[in-house]
Nanobody
Framework: QVQLVESGGGLVQAGGSLRLSCAAS????????MGWYRQAPGKQRELVAR???????VVADSVKGRFTIATDNAKITLYLQMNSLKPEDTAVYYC??????????????WGQGTQVTVSS
């Protein structure tokens, strides 16, 4: 079982930036697809961005141009750089990784989530 641990959430003012990190216990992300989802109160979980197993990057329209997904060269840590944050970005952000993906279920493994709150 792969455990994913997110960090980097917090409270930030609108227009500010945060960087989320995700690490997999006992292994790297090599060979995995990986991504970030978020779930706001009363809303369904939604895809924010992902990196496919082939290395392609997909970013949701709602965050395009503001958020960037990336890994370090060794694929030890997955990042989500969030700039120009808006109050509507407030949500619990989840890291997901694995070998199979659907848009609703994400990948095989999930982190516990990290809260991002953007104040107006």
């Amino acid at each position: 079982q792969v455990q994913l641990v997110e960090s980097g959430g917090g409270l930030v003012q609108a227009g500010g930036s945060l960087r989320l990190s995700c690490a997999a216990s006992g292994r790297t992300f090599s060979g995995y697809g990986m991504g970030w989802y978020r779930q706001a109160p009363g809303k369904q979980r939604e895809l924010v961005a992902r990196i496919t197993r082939g290395g392609s990057t997909v970013v949701a329209d709602s965050v395009k141009g503001r958020f960037t997904i990336a890994t370090d060269n060794a694929k030890i840590t997955l990042y989500l750089q969030m700039n120009s944050l808006k109050p509507e970005d407030t949500a619990v952000y989840y890291c997901t990784a694995g070998t199979t993906w659907t848009i609703t279920s994400g990948y095989n493994y999930w982190g516990q989530g990290t809260q991002v709150t953007v104040s107006s």
